[in-house]
């Protein structure tokens, strides 16, 4: 098989996975850029949980209870 790297617009994403995929292909990676908001946004809820835990507001977990908890 070949690789093809192609840069399409959003709106036409679904129409040429589905194309790639009855030509017997396979998608194997989709937007970066939205793969990208979701890690951003990942972040920010993390660093934004981290605040409350440092502000009291929320209380933390050990790594001891991570390992622990199973």
Do not use: W, Y
């Amino acid at each position: 098989m070949t690789t093809i790297t192609a840069n399409i617009p959003d709106n036409l994403k679904d129409k040429v996975k589905k194309f790639i995929e009855e030509l017997g292909g396979e998608v194997i990676s989709e937007s970066k850029s939205s793969m990208k908001k979701a890690v951003l946004k990942e972040l920010e809820e993390a660093f934004a949980e981290a605040k409350e835990i440092k502000d009291g507001k929320k209380q933390g977990i050990t790594l001891e209870q991570i390992l622990l908890a199973e």
